[in-house]
């Protein structure tokens, strides 16, 4: 082995390597135990970051690590291409807006761009050495994935749990389209609290609002009845100022009395507590924002004009009319689209659902039915079942999606799914194979697109090819992993277990990993869209290497957020090189060895068998944990301390000096050097599988016989020596204070000692007699006594 480690040729050799061997295929006819892990498919919103590696890269070691259990592992990649994500980037790109283009001419557009990132995203993670099986790889948009997701939502809408109703939606102004509850972000804005007067008989009315731009769309005033002050207006009627016409004074207990004036006013839309009473007490609609964003041009004084103007006109209106009595700045939280930032608006919409609210306590079992790694991930999870307030809507006013498979009759309304033989449909292009039922043959299609997460939440019945030719279901589902990042608990967690108990009646996987986020600054996330993602993946694994990358990757325990600078991949360099030259130097040692030679092994070549076994245990149990993190600091601390700083300066006279300390020592460390550093390569594989591959097709694949690394299992026990390894840290113990006896004295640690004498007990006496030569070169010390404890 070369003196330096070259990673640009050597990563791409191994990467060569492993696709002309197929070293990570999936082999469906195994009869070993599937491991099967259910991957986010990235958005094409956007270049990556180092936030992906981050979180996907700790996925990607698991799999590694099931492989060498063992496992037949099914690890498949996904793209999630199509939606507003990838819209919103081409718009970006092209600098168009998508409802100003034919819908064919759009959607063309957004194929070009997602193919380019597709191919980006992919050429980084086979740069990575990510150990996917790339011939399971699928696209949210491609036949077969849109043709499973739409007889998924023929399945529930068939069985009641789909249903298109008009009511009340959450809307985004500037993607102009519906969102679900969970695309909400909730963000603290200033604003201003306005006191209104508003006319009860001959009696002033005081009611605060943040958003007197809707007295237009005031239906009704709220006292909660409890409230003295004021619920003997209940049952009478109010005018609304400027506008001048009655509305009614109703009680409802939700009316919060210490909040503004304890009076509400409730238009149509402020927001979910106005379109809840909207509903319950079963109030008119006046319409005043349109979905663009705009005021109703029939809207006196303020319409055509944008909210914040029209919010403007009306407050200075008030003011002139004396109808202001004051105006308070305050700090309030909104609710705003994650996607975008905008503030969202509630307006009534015809959309398409999916029951959740009804079944808040089959959610809530599922999730004690899955393992959650960490555990305290599941309290985001069942904090935000408890708290849904509305179903999910699933129907999107955009383009480039999954499109419904349905039409409506012109004549009746009924709503005609497409025949399941037929999928996928675009119902825009295609025609139902019949007729209604009551005979009518003119048919208006869908033209909204089902939301992105309404398909990639059946990506465990994807990857199953559920309902297709060749469905492995039976064999795949519940899958045993899913890995993701704790933000989208409450979107990607919560819809795949929604659907698939709704389609299949089981969890879709038995085990969750929830990673944290990298972080620039503290508290800000690394995005796509903030532009603290100066250092592009690339980059870093041009100049860094994808080994040091992914050594850093795993640094932290699961779940908890991590900051990222250059200088954090200091440390894995090091590792790096340590572990080369280490390897060199074991290498040099084991040209001759015969790993079939019977061996009687001396102490400290048991004991650092013995610990390396201990740590492929212990790294074995967290893994299983899926603290990828823990477990690399396990191995470090063996590898660092017990293998480098001891073991291997212990040995290496033993090593070089075959004719004073005896052949037959000589080949019992260079069996425990072979046996340790194959192992460390094996539990280094699933960190930094460049190197620890290149390392063994250089050496040890000519005596394991196998033809990769990463074919390889881990050598497990469920026991050690624990004497043995108390001898161990004993030797340790002795082998420092010399050491630290040196450096106080300001001695070379080559600088020969007189005598040293090791005091402990009878059971290590023996352990330390055959040890003494090792000892005496280690040290260089003339004489060694060992005495007894008394």
């Known amino acids: 082995m070369q003196k330096q480690y070259d990673f640009r040729k050597a990563e791409k050799e191994m990467q060569d390597f492993w696709k002309e061997n197929s070293i990570y295929s999936f082999d469906l006819e195994s009869p070993n135990e599937i491991y099967s892990i259910d991957t986010p498919p990235p958005t094409v919103s956007g270049s990556l970051h180092i936030g992906h590696i981050f979180s996907y890269t700790q996925a990607e070691m698991i799999a590694r690590f099931k492989r060498m259990q063992g496992y037949n592992v099914f690890y498949p990649f996904g793209f999630d291409d199509n939606g507003l994500p990838t819209e919103r980037l081409v718009e970006k790109e092209e600098g168009i807006v998508a409802k100003n283009l034919p819908r064919s001419e759009f959607i063309k557009k957004c194929m070009a761009t997602t193919e380019k990132y597709e191919k980006e995203f992919k050429d980084l993670w086979q740069s990575l050495g990510f150990s996917v099986d790339w011939s399971l790889q699928y696209e949210t948009i491609d036949p077969m994935v849109q043709r499973i997701s739409q007889k998924s939502f023929i399945r529930l809408?068939?069985?009641?749990?789909?249903?298109?109703?008009?009511?009340?939606?959450?809307?985004?102004?500037?993607?102009?389209?519906?969102?679900?509850?969970?695309?909400?972000?909730?963000?603290?804005?200033?604003?201003?609290?306005?006191?209104?007067?508003?006319?009860?008989?001959?009696?002033?009315?005081?009611?605060?609002?943040?958003?007197?731009?809707?007295?237009?769309?005031?239906?009704?005033?709220?006292?909660n009845p409890e409230d003295e002050r004021f619920r003997h207006f209940i049952g009478k009627s109010a005018t609304v100022p400027l506008y001048n016409y009655e509305i009614p004074i109703l009680a409802d207990s939700k009316v919060d009395m210490d909040k503004g004036t304890g009076i509400v006013m409730c238009a149509t839309f402020g927001d979910s507590t106005d379109a809840e009473w909207y509903q319950s007490h079963k109030l008119p609609y006046r319409k005043v924002i349109l979905p663009d964003g705009t005021i109703d041009e029939a809207v006196p004084f303020i319409g055509g004009l944008k909210v914040k103007e029209a919010r403007s006109i009306i407050i200075g209106l008030l003011s002139e009319n004396g109808l202001l009595v004051e105006t308070k700045s305050i700090t309030h939280t909104v609710a705003v689209h994650e996607r975008c930032g905008r503030e969202i608006e509630i307006i009534p919409s015809k959309q398409w659902y999916i029951d959740i609210l009804s079944n808040k306590e089959l959610f809530l079992k599922a999730a004690d039915e899955i393992n959650w790694y960490p555990d305290y991930m599941k309290n985001r999870y069942t904090a935000w079942v408890e708290n849904l307030k509305w179903d999910w809507c699933i129907s999107r006013q955009r383009y480039f999606g999954v499109p419904f498979p349905i039409w409506y009759c012109k004549s009746c309304g009924k709503v005609i799914v497409a025949s399941e033989n037929r999928l996928p449909v675009n119902p825009l292009e295609t025609n139902p194979d019949k007729p209604c039922s009551c005979g009518c043959n003119e048919l208006i299609p869908e033209s909204s697109v089902l939301d992105t997460w309404a398909t990639s939440s059946v990506t465990p019945q994807i990857n199953a090819k559920w309902g297709e030719e060749n469905d492995i279901s039976d064999r795949l589902l519940p899958m045993s992993l899913r890995t993701q990042a704790h933000e989208i608990i409450r979107t990607w967690a919560f819809y795949t277990i929604v659907r698939s108990l709704y389609l299949t009646g089981q969890i879709p996987w038995k085990d969750i990993m929830v990673c944290g986020f990298v972080l620039a600054k503290k508290g800000e996330k690394i995005s796509k869209s903030k532009s603290n993602s100066e250092l592009s993946p690339q980059k870093l694994i041009e100049n860094h290497s994808a080994d040091v990358l992914r050594y850093w990757a795993a640094n932290s325990r699961l779940g908890t957020d991590t900051f990222f600078s250059i200088d954090e991949l200091g440390i894995a360099k090091r590792f790096i090189t340590k572990l080369w030259n280490a390897s060199r130097f074991a290498l040099t040692h084991l040209q001759d060895i015969d790993i079939h030679e019977e061996i009687e092994l001396m102490p400290i070549d048991r004991w650092i068998m013995e610990r390396c076994k201990q740590t492929t245990m212990e790294a074995k149990s967290l893994l299983e944990e899926y603290e990828i993190g823990t477990a690399r600091h396990r191995i470090d601390d063996f590898f660092w301390k017990d293998l480098c700083d001891y073991y291997l300066e212990i040995v290496k006279d033993r090593l070089y000096k075959p004719e004073i300390h005896g052949v037959l020592q000589r080949k019992s460390a260079q069996h425990a050097l072979y046996y340790c550093m194959l192992n460390v390569l094996k539990l280094y594989a699933i960190y930094v599988p460049h190197i620890t591959e290149y390392i063994y097709q250089n050496f040890f694949r000519q005596h394991e016989k196998c033809i990769s690394l990463h074919r390889l299992c881990w050598d497990t026990t469920d026991k050690v020596d624990n004497e043995l390894i108390l001898f161990g840290e004993k030797l340790k113990d002795v082998i420092s204070e010399a050491r630290k006896y040196k450096t106080v004295n300001a001695l070379s640690m080559k600088a020969e000692m007189e005598k040293i004498v090791i005091t402990t007990e009878e059971k290590y006496v023996d352990l330390f007699r055959q040890t003494i030569n090792d000892l005496k070169a280690c040290c260089h010390a003339n004489v060694i006594e060992i005495e007894l404890i008394n």
């Open 157 to 223: 809408f068939k069985e009641g749990k789909a249903y298109v109703k008009e009511s009340p939606v959450l809307w985004c102004t500037e993607c102009q389209t519906s969102i679900a509850q969970a695309e909400l972000e909730l963000k603290e804005k200033d604003t201003t609290f306005n006191y209104i007067i508003f006319k009860s008989d001959d009696e002033d009315l005081l009611v605060a609002t943040t958003r007197p731009e809707l007295l237009y769309g005031c239906v009704c005033l709220f006292i």
